[in-house]
């Protein structure tokens, strides 16, 4: 029948009784076109055939052997990346009146100095990792009442306890705190006077000078962290490399490698360049570098291409073969073509990490040192 299995016949010790074999369905040589790891196993486009059968003695001795070797693997992808300081965000003003003078790009402002001024009085930065949105005045209860006591508490003014309860007490430290500044000490935060950002801030770029008049929602400057970071761009179907708050490799244009930490991933659109060119789907990560030795190493650079390195996986002590020694068996599943001496058999395997070439290999008669068929 046509596309029918034609069993082999070989003599028994009984007599000359056919004997059925299963034939491996093909072998993955160099023709591989694709091989995707995801959560530690694969899935694999297999090219090429090959001969013999899935169980029992081969055909014929494959043209090269390989040993199983056990080794870690790791599943790595390196790619291009920008050193700076990370994304970028703008201190928008929320008050109406004449700016008199904003910082230069590159000025470093921690808690309690001066952002920007507007009239002559300054707008003081605060951390926080939310903005004001409203007056603070005695009666106010809320969390922005406790990130400002909090900052208050940390620029060394007392007397009033740290809560989300804007008190008399907490109005009268804000008088001292006034007085400081030059500002009229009403006991109350006016609207805007106070900018609130994670932590020190880096002056990226000026949006208007002094002089310019500012009212609500005109942009003053942008700003970073002073923190290096690396930003880069990934392809969808690389997005299992970047997890959040995994452990990247950094190697910087001297060659020395430090480690960063993958701090956001998210996915953006491109539009295209024209009518007829579509709009693509990026993944952005930034990676960044906070230890004392990448900071140090970082410190000169003020921008640079740097490679990451993403790890998605790890192994260790675990039996490998060469990707192109994996079967494709007839009844499902990989093997692999075992020479011992004149013969060979195949045996059925199970497939865990695929990395540089080799992939993670179990079952029964795989052992360090096994030789396995692979293609010439």
Partial sequence: ???ATVDERAPTAEGDRPSRRRRPRRRVALAVAAVVAVGGGASAVLLGTGGGS???TAAALPP?????????????????GQLGYGPTYSATSRLQGTLTKVPESGDVITRGRELYEV???PVTLMYGSKPSYRPLEVGTEGSD?????????????????????Y???TADAVQEWQDDLGLEETGTVELGRVVFAPGAVRVDSKQASAGDPTSPGRKVLTYTGTDKAVTLELETTDQRMAKKGAEVEVTLPDDETVKGRIDEVSTVIEPGSGQSEEAKTKVEVTVWLRSAKARKAAAAYALASVDVTFTAGTREDVLTVPVSALL????????????????????PVKTGLFAD??????GDGIAEGTAVGVPK
């Fill in 1 to 3: 029948m046509s596309g």
């Fill in 54 to 56: 899935a169980s029992g």
């Fill in 64 to 80: 090269k052997t390989a040993p199983v070797t056990k080794q870690t693997l790791r599943d790595t992808q390196t790619e291009d």
């Fill in 119 to 121: 009239d002559g009085k």
């Fill in 145 to 165: 009442v406790l990130r400002f006591e909090k900052n208050l508490r940390a620029l060394g003014y007392d007397g009033f306890t740290v809560d989300k309860e």
């Fill in 167 to 169: 008190t008399e007490d």
């Fill in 328 to 347: 494709a068996l007839e009844e499902g599943g990989f093997g692999l073509e075992v020479v011992k001496g004149a013969a060979s058999s195949y045996v």
């Fill in 357 to 362: 070439g080799r992939v993670e290999v179990s």
